[in-house]
């Protein structure tokens, strides 16, 4: 997850999240999907550089040599548009979970609605 100095503008903070994705794929990294959040509200003012109540926010999700997340990080530092960036080891559940297809749902028939007093009936015989 990068968070982007909102101060930067939409261009810059774009042009800092392809230099992630670029240098993931440049140490051989497949990028499966990226989602820009876009600008958000953030919790708490960040103090670092400058006191940031809002900023943008981007997700890429990527498989790599073990490796590759070290140098990332690094190139995450030293990138002046982000203000913090983090890595995490997606497990094999959130692997599935983006395989696998939503199955339909399919609709289901509701035989007659009987009142209590009939079903009362037929169950005391």
């Known amino acids: 997850m990068l968070i982007l100095d909102a101060g930067v503008g939409d261009e810059r903070a774009a042009a800092a999240v392809t230099k992630i994705e670029d240098k993931i794929k440049s140490l051989g990294g497949e990028i499966s999907k990226t989602d820009k959040l876009g ?4 919790a708490y003012t960040m103090r670092s550089p400058k006191k940031a109540t809002q900023a943008y926010f981007a997700v890429i999700f990527f498989t790599a ?9 690094k190139t995450i530092k030293v990138t002046e548009e982000i203000l913090r960036g983090g890595l995490s ?3 094999k559940e959130a692997k599935k ?5 939503e199955e339909e749902i399919q609709p289901v ?8 007093d009939e ?7």
Do not use: C, F, M, Y
Not at 39 to 42: A, C, D, E
Not at 65 to 73: C, F, H, R, T
Not at 97 to 101: A, H, L, V
């Open 39 to 42: 600008l958000k509200r953030l």
């Open 65 to 73: 040599d073990p490796s590759v997340p070290n140098e990332v990080q």
């Open 89 to 91: 080891l997606a497990g």
């Open 97 to 101: 979970k983006d395989e696998t297809k």
């Open 109 to 116: 028939v509701v035989g007659e609605i009987k009142s209590v």
């Open 119 to 125: 079903g009362a009936k037929e169950a005391i015989g």
